[in-house]
């Protein structure tokens, strides 16, 4: 069993749509994840954090997180063609990420 | 620009050959990590450091990879007698131990061995 596992993709919205990224992983010890934004060509880039259950947001991101389901997800609102990109998920201890899920926002 | 750099940012080699890479670090975090990564895939745990301590290796890391950190800043990747299997995006990224560790990428080596 992978230990980070996300919807491979590719996953598509309209503009403006809400976009969902799913996550989920198999440590229960864990306790700190991450959501990172990778351009093609370019290297991951931080979006967000999030450590205890629930939901946090910042922007059109919204983090949520339910460690008794071992899940994580990430939310976009008002989904932009800028958001195009793939987005991986992390879960700290060591850093161990999933392969991502590939968005592309559509005009 | 996060701050983390590495050199060289492309390298195209023979297979056989030596390649060794750099990465500086944001100045006052003191872990670093180097990840692999190919196409499609997300980044590849390689090693860690805590300053000039390598805490941990990857298991499936081939003893032809090495990384030092000597003087707990710059650290270098070598990897020996390269494999077309190398070819990849080497990826550094550094972090403070405090508090949930975010990590900061650099832009990245690009390897091609032919």
């Known amino acids: 069993q992978k230990e980070v596992e996300q919807n491979s993709g590719p996953l598509s919205v309209p503009e403006g749509a809400i976009a969902s990224l799913n996550c989920t992983y198999s440590?229960?010890?864990?306790?700190?994840f991450f959501w990172y934004r990778q351009y093609s060509g370019k290297s991951p880039e931080l979006i967000m954090s999030?450590?205890?259950?629930g939901d946090k947001e910042d922007g059109r991101f919204t983090a949520q997180l339910n460690k008794a389901s071992q899940y994580v997800s990430l939310l976009i609102r008002d989904s932009q063609p800028s958001d195009s990109a793939t987005y991986l998920c992390?879960?700290?201890?060591?850093?161990?990420f999933g392969a991502g899920t590939r968005l592309t926002v559509k005009p | 620009d996060t701050g983390v750099s590495q050199n060289p940012r492309h390298k195209i080699t023979k297979r056989g050959q030596n390649v060794t890479f750099r990465c500086d670090p944001i100045?006052?975090?003191?872990?670093l990590y180097w990840y692999r990564q190919t196409l499609g895939q997300g980044p590849e745990f390689l090693t860690y450091?805590?300053?000039?301590?390598?805490?941990?290796k990857s298991r499936l890391l081939s003893d032809r990879f090495s990384a030092e950190r000597p003087k707990g800043s710059f650290s270098t990747l070598e990897i020996q007698r390269t494999e077309q299997g190398d070819s990849a995006m080497y990826l550094c990224?550094?972090?403070?131990?405090?508090?949930?560790?975010?990590?900061?990428f650099g832009p990245g080596t690009r390897l091609l061995v032919l």
């Open positions: 450091f805590q300053n000039e301590a390598q805490l941990e």
């Open positions: 990224a550094s972090s403070l131990v405090r508090g949930a560790e975010t990590q900061y």
């Open positions: 100045s006052e975090h003191n872990r």
């Open positions: 992390a879960v700290k201890n060591d850093m161990r």
């Open positions: 440590d229960r010890g864990s306790q700190s």
């Open positions: 999030i450590y205890s259950n």
